[in-house]
């Protein structure tokens, strides 16, 4: 997968089915950008610095893009995982 940075926060194209994906918010593509470095895409969420009562959107936008294949979950998802990109 490859971002390309946009106003809006970021184009992802996947090179494998050629899908497309808009990331609406730069935080999100930050997020994206550092799960690789985390144990966890919560522990790279608490590394933003944002409120905790926006985990849920960014933990369902995550569960999607996991959907379409752009991320790959590592481990149990409980709300508490690991995501190579």
């Known amino acids: 997968m490859a971002l ?3 106003p809006f926060g970021a184009l992802a194209y996947h090179y494998g089915n050629r899908k497309l994906n808009f990331l609406r918010s730069p935080e999100l593509v930050r997020l ?3 799960l690789e470095h985390f144990d ?3 522990a790279a969420f608490d ?3 944002l409120d905790d009562g926006k985990w849920p959107v960014y933990g369902q936008a995550l569960d999607a ?4 294949d752009f ?4 481990g149990s998802f409980g709300g508490d995982r690991k995501v190579d990109r």
Request: a negative charge; glycine letters at 0%.
């Open 65 to 68: 893009l996991a959907r379409s």
């Open 71 to 74: 991320i790959e979950p590592v």
């Open 40 to 42: 966890s895409a919560r």
């Open 32 to 34: 994206v950008d550092d």
């Open 4 to 6: 390309r940075p946009e």
């Open 47 to 49: 590394n933003l610095d």
